[in-house]
T-cell receptor, first 111, second 114 residues
Framework: LAKTTQPISMDSYEGQEVNITCSHN???????ITWYQQFPSQGPRFIIQ???TKVTNEVASLFIPADRKSSTLSLPRVSLSDTAVYYC????????????FGKGNQVVVIP | KAGVTQTPRYLIKTRGQQVTLSCSPI?????VSWYQQTPGQGLQFLFE???????NKGNFPGRFSGRQFSNSRSEMNVSTLELGDSALYLC?????????????FGPGTRLLVL
């Protein structure tokens, strides 16, 4: 079971790019890396997923180095509405990531 | 396509009572997972059901139980409620047919134990 480590919190100014890192030193060959966003009193929402290199969608980019022992979620030009908790999760479809949400990274966007 | 729904949304119980929460997954999803979220502990995994069988289980006492029906709907039950069970209970569903995994979460049930 891959365990993830993230910073507890970070602040950023509106309009800046925010990079959130996650360490997962014992990631397994079959594991994917998935990031979720959660607003207060709501369920987490899927942002992006990747296996290696770089993945980009309409809201974020995910950078994964060759050794896959870490990953970086990049949010371009954040707005106040991006203030949320961000969770990094590693695992495969057989439920091995279910234990590893943890406390996530609280991102606060400042005007 | 309708998202994951959870009922009830809010619930107040007293210590010693029991409670049942319900989750309806996205149509076609076969896996349903339950999580407990508290300010101090973050998101903690309770258990996962796949095709009516419990496939994974977290580190919670036996007072927490669940089941899944043939239509993939799931219920979780907490017996002999304690004050510390006050939390947001989240349900998530997924297709679980490919290795890459995406969970879709419901809005949660907010349980307050007095």
């Amino acid at each position: 079971l891959a365990k993830t480590t993230q910073p507890i919190s970070m602040d950023s100014y509106e309009g800046q790019e925010v990079n959130i890192t996650c360490s997962h030193n014992n990631i397994a060959t079959n594991d994917y890396i998935t990031w979720y966003q959660q607003f207060p009193s709501q369920g987490p929402r899927f942002i992006i997923q990747g296996y290696k290199t770089k993945v980009t969608n309409e809201v974020a980019s995910l950078f994964i180095p060759a050794d896959r022992k870490s990953s970086t979620l990049s949010l371009p030009r954040v707005s106040l509405s991006d203030t949320a908790v961000y969770y990094c999760l590693v695992g495969d479809c057989y439920g091995n990531n279910r234990l590893a949400f943890g406390k996530g990274n609280q991102v606060v966007v400042i005007p | 396509k309708a998202g994951v729904t959870q009922t009830p949304r809010y619930l107040i119980k007293t210590r010693g009572q029991q409670v049942t929460l319900s989750c309806s997954p996205i149509s076609g999803h076969r896996s349903v997972s339950w999580y407990q979220q508290t300010p101090g502990q973050g998101l903690q995994f309770l258990f996962e059901y796949f095709s009516e069988t419990q496939r994974n289980k977290g580190n919670f006492p036996g007072r927490f139980s669940g089941r899944q029906f043939s239509n993939s709907r799931s219920e979780m039950n907490v017996s002999t409620l304690e004050l510390g069970d006050s939390a947001l209970y989240l349900c998530a569903s997924s297709l679980a047919i490919r290795r890459e995994e995406t969970q879709y979460f419901g809005p949660g049930t907010r349980l307050l134990v007095l």
